[in-house]
């Protein structure tokens, strides 16, 4: 699929990205050289920063036509000892604005000339995302703000990425937790931006109020425990001006559920998960001042996230099955589905798509995501295969 891109190189603008963006001209060509700026092949011709570099941020992409530039959405970092973090990380700010953190996918919507685009966190265009953006942010906003870009969570079962049931959302939704300008990434402050999304009549996430900073550990530390019970994922605390950057901090459930995923497929995903969501668990149960039956419980959850998923996957293989994961779309047009297969296949994602059910005026199509390293790993180790 991915052929020698050097041929294309050359409908990039240098001298213009580079003034735009305010990096030297040689770090872009470097990048270039370094496929770390690489060409995208696509319906939308474009080229997308797949590290950071200097002060962009890796996601960033860059059209060629029409020209135009959306910035990667920036890193939050998360805080593992709330009270002393947030006092530290927000010293400058009086108050802090606590929002809820869905666990969807990161998705950041623009208007590139005439058209929506949707882009994911790596910044490249996602042709369902942007079917289901269409309807769920529309035009209006971007008729009348063009420089700016919506950046928000899509959340719900019919999630090819994050599939999630417990929100009570029916397909997939946009809930709004930013919005930046497109060629500088500068956000907006939090009740502005709130107010703007309110005017349009486009979904934002929760908001759990504005705290001062000596209190916020207590309001957080309560409203962690009460998401927690309902699977919900967590929060991010935000200075309101959009000044210093945010700061992310989540439930121990939601810990474990990503856990419980990651060992499933532990060949494909289990070392990038585990070591730091074993640190937070110990964290937070420090801090919280758990006593030994509540540390025995975080103790047992935390085991049995790791060790149930994958015995359930070592079982799976024995009888035969294929180890996959199964997801779904729910799109208005076929073509849709022939452009998300494509654009799956040139993100290196081997997936088998059914055949698509219809549903009323929409289909529905399920896909099989194979995840064929913990596969060939099982399939081997249960042949006899040694582990080095
Ligand atoms: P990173 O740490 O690089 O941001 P990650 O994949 O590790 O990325 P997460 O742990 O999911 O990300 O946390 C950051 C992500 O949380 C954001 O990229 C965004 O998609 C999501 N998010 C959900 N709700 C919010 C919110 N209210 N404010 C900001 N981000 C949110
Ligand atoms: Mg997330």
């Not at 996959?324 to 073509?335: G, T, W």
Request: aromatic share 10%.
């Amino acid at each position: 699929m991915r052929r020698d891109v050097s041929e294309f190189v050359n409908r990039l603008d240098v001298e213009k990205v580079s003034g735009l963006l305010d990096i030297p001209e040689h770090r872009i060509t470097g990048a270039l050289k370094r496929k770390t700026l690489q060409y995208v092949y696509g319906r939308r011709e474009l080229f997308r920063f797949d590290k950071p570099v200097s002060s962009i941020e890796g996601g960033t992409s860059v059209f060629t036509k029409p020209f135009d530039i959306v910035r990667g959405f920036p890193k939050i970092s998360r805080t593992l000892m709330l009270y002393p973090a947030l006092k530290r990380h927000f010293s400058s700010c009086r108050k802090v604005a606590v929002e809820e953190k869905m666990n969807g996918y990161n998705v950041r919507v623009a208007l590139i000339g005439d058209a929506l685009v949707a882009l994911t966190r790596g910044g490249f265009v996602c042709p369902y995302t942007t079917e289901k953006a269409i309807d769920l942010a529309g035009l209006d906003f971007f008729k009348d703000h063009p420089e700016l870009v919506l950046c928000g969570e899509m959340v719900g079962p019919d999630s090819p990425y994050v599939p999630k049931t417990f929100y009570d959302i029916e397909s997939l939704d946009f809930f709004v937790f930013d919005i930046r300008e497109k060629i500088t990434g500068k956000p907006l402050p939090v009740m502005k931006r709130r107010a703007l999304m309110e005017e349009y009549g486009i979904k934002s996430v929760r908001l759990f109020g504005e705290f001062e900073l000596g209190e916020a550990h207590t309001g957080i530390t309560r409203i962690i425990k009460e998401l927690g019970g309902s699977m919900h994922e967590g929060v991010v605390i935000k200075d309101p001006q959009m000044v210093m950057p945010s700061v992310k901090y989540t439930s121990s459930e939601s810990n474990c559920a990503d856990l419980r995923y990651a060992f499933e497929f532990y060949n494909d995903f289990g070392r990038d998960f585990f070591f730091g969501r074993v640190c937070r668990e110990a964290f937070q149960s420090v801090e919280w001042g758990e006593d030994e039956a509540q540390i025995r419980k975080r103790c047992q959850q935390l085991g049995e996230s790791i060790l149930v998923p994958m015995l359930n996957t070592i079982k799976k293989k024995k009888a035969g099955e294929r180890i996959a994961e199964n997801v779904q779309i729910r799109v208005k047009s076929l073509d849709t589905v022939k452009e998300f297969e494509e654009y799956l296949r040139l993100v290196g994602v081997d997936a088998v798509f059914e055949e698509p059910e219809k549903i009323g005026d929409e289909f529905l199509v399920r896909i099989k995501k194979m995840h064929q390293s913990t596969n060939d790993r099982t399939e081997a180790i249960l042949g006899g295969q040694l582990w080095s």
